[in-house]
């Protein structure tokens, strides 16, 4: 399987630069095994409802998460990432 080229909306990244080192290193450890397997069990990657169907999420720890659209096959978008916060439109 070929890896998934990511592209990231500039939302994504002002709210990245906005987390703490910690959660920067969390968030790169979660993208390079997202772009091997998206659908990694440790992931925990689950399509949107409601006013965001059509996104999906996936978790980077407890309390943070990245939600995304496939662009196409091996292509996705970055949109948010934060707490349970970016849910909210």
Same mark, same amino acid.
Not at 19 to 39: G, H, N, S, V, Y
Not at 50 to 69: H, P
């Given at each position: 399987?070929?890896? !998934?080229?990511?592209?990231? *909306? *500039? ?5 990245? =630069? @906005? !987390?703490?080192?910690?959660? +920067?290193?969390? $968030? &790169?450890? $979660?993208? @390079? !095994?997202?772009? =091997?397997?998206? #659908?990694? +069990? ?7 409802? /409601?006013?965001?169907? /059509? !996104?999906? $999420?996936? *978790? ?5 998460? &990245?939600?995304?659209? #496939?662009? /196409? @096959? ?5 949109? =948010? &990432? /934060? *707490?349970?916060? &970016?849910?909210?439109?």
């Amino acid at each position: 399987m070929t890896h !998934l080229q990511v592209e990231y *909306s *500039s939302r994504f990244v002002k709210q990245l =630069k @906005k !987390l703490t080192p910690q959660k +920067q290193k969390q $968030a &790169i450890q $979660a993208e @390079k !095994l997202f772009k =091997k397997d998206p #659908f990694s +069990q440790t992931l925990k990657a689950h399509k949107l409802r /409601g006013r965001l169907e /059509g !996104l999906w $999420a996936f *978790s980077i720890n407890e309390k943070e998460r &990245i939600i995304f659209e #496939f662009l /196409g @096959k091996e292509k996705v978008l970055f949109y =948010k &990432i /934060g *707490s349970h916060d &970016i849910y909210k439109v």
